[in-house]
Every structure is written in C-alpha cells, then in structure tokens.
T-cell receptor, first 113, second 116 residues
C-alpha cells in the first residue's frame, strides 16, 4: 500500500494561491491520487482525483509529474473558508475488492485575512 | 449531500460493554466503510464492505467486527469496548462500477464514542 507524506501545516492569506505537495514514492501502476478536505466536526469531502498530468475542476487543480511520485494540490485565490485539513490518498479504484485506501495525517491549512 | 446517517451521534459507555454503531445509506451504493479518527492520526480504515455479506479488514480492525445484511446498513460492533477505542467514527460510502476510476467517498456526520 502506498504511503503518503504531506506537510503537517501551512499558512497563507486570502486571495493567494496555495499549493500543497504530497509525496508518494512507492505509488503502484494502478493507483490513483485523490485529495479530500475536512472541516472540524465534519467528515472529509472529496476535492479532486487524478492519475497523471493535470486535472482541474471548479474547486482545485491537481498536478502530477510523469514519475507520479508526488502530486500537488493547487487552490486558487483561497478564502477564509478554505481553512481545513487536506488529505492526500493513493490507491486503486474501489471496484477492486482488494482496494484499501489509507488517509495520512493530512495538512492543516490556515488562511488569514 | 449524500444520504448517509449514523447512529448514535454521541455515546458514552464503560469499558467491557458491547457497542454497536449503525451506518445507514439511501444511495444504494455498493461500498461502505468504517473509519476512526483520532488526534494526530487522520482517518484510519477499520473495515469495509464491497457488497451484502462481503466485508474485509482495514488497517486497524483488531477489536472490531462488522456486518452488512442489506445494502443500506453497515454495522460496526465493539465486542468489549476499551478506552483505546474512544474516538470519532466515520462511515463512508462509494459507488464504482467496472471501468470507473472514481475514488470518491461520501462521509457521514460521525459518531463520537467515549469509553470510560
């Protein structure tokens, strides 16, 4: 199972772009990279998922280099409401009965006015 | 929001007593999961289910058992609760058919369990 390493915490200011990098050196060929956001007293919420290169949705972008040993979640123009814990996960799609996803400790992002 | 409920939302119990937590979904999703979350540990997978009566262990399954007798319900049982099982428990669901690459899980509101 691929383990992930993320910074424990990050600080930024409103209106800035925030990039959170996740290291996953032993990612397997079939693994996808998924990011979740969690607010206090709530369950995590899916943000974005990718396999290679770049993926963008209305919330964030995910950059994955060719070797796939790391990935970067990019949050454009953050606001105070983006203050949360962000988790990077690596695993196979859930249609595989052998799939097991591991959440790391996440990155605590604090946005200041 | 996905239709996931957890019950109870809060529970205080004593060491050695059995405890059952319930997760109920109205989405008809195939996969269901139980996680625990402790300070500094993120979420850790306890057990998961990939269909009715089909379950498998996760990362921290010792001391826990699960059952899934119908699609909508996934029960987590602590046969004899210990203080180390004090935690917040989250249920999650997902649906992925062959050919889908989505790892998206939808999480319930959580159950805060305290074992004295």
């Amino acid at each position: 199972l691929a383990k992930t390493t993320q910074p424990i915490s990050m600080d930024s200011y409103e209106g800035q772009e925030v990039n959170i990098t996740c290291s996953h050196n032993n990612i397997a060929t079939n693994d996808y990279i998924t990011w979740y956001q969690q607010f206090p007293s709530q369950g995590p919420r899916f943000i974005i998922q990718g396999y290679k290169t770049k993926v963008t949705n209305e919330v964030a972008s995910l950059f994955i280099p060719a070797d796939r040993k790391s990935s970067t979640l990019s949050l454009p123009r953050v606001s105070l409401s983006d203050t949360a814990v962000y988790y990077c996960l690596v695993g196979v799609p859930f249609y595989s009965s052998a799939s097991k996803i591991i959440f790391g400790s996440g990155t605590r992002l604090s946005i200041r006015p | 929001d996905a239709g996931i409920t957890q019950s109870p939302r809060h529970k205080v119990t004593e060491t050695g007593t059995p405890v059952t937590l319930r997760c109920h979904q109205t989405e008809n999703h195939r996969y269901m999961y139980w996680y625990r979350q402790d300070p500094g540990h993120g979420l850790r997978l306890i057990h998961y289910s990939y269909g009715v009566k089909d379950t498998d262990k996760g990362e921290v399954s010792d001391g826990y058992s699960v059952s899934r007798s119908k699609t909508e319900d996934f029960l987590l049982t602590l046969e004899s609760a210990t203080s180390s099982q004090t935690s917040v428990y989250f249920c999650a669901i997902s649906e992925a058919t062959s050919g889908s690459s989505s790892n998206e899980q939808f999480f319930g509101p959580g159950t805060r369990l305290t074992v004295l």
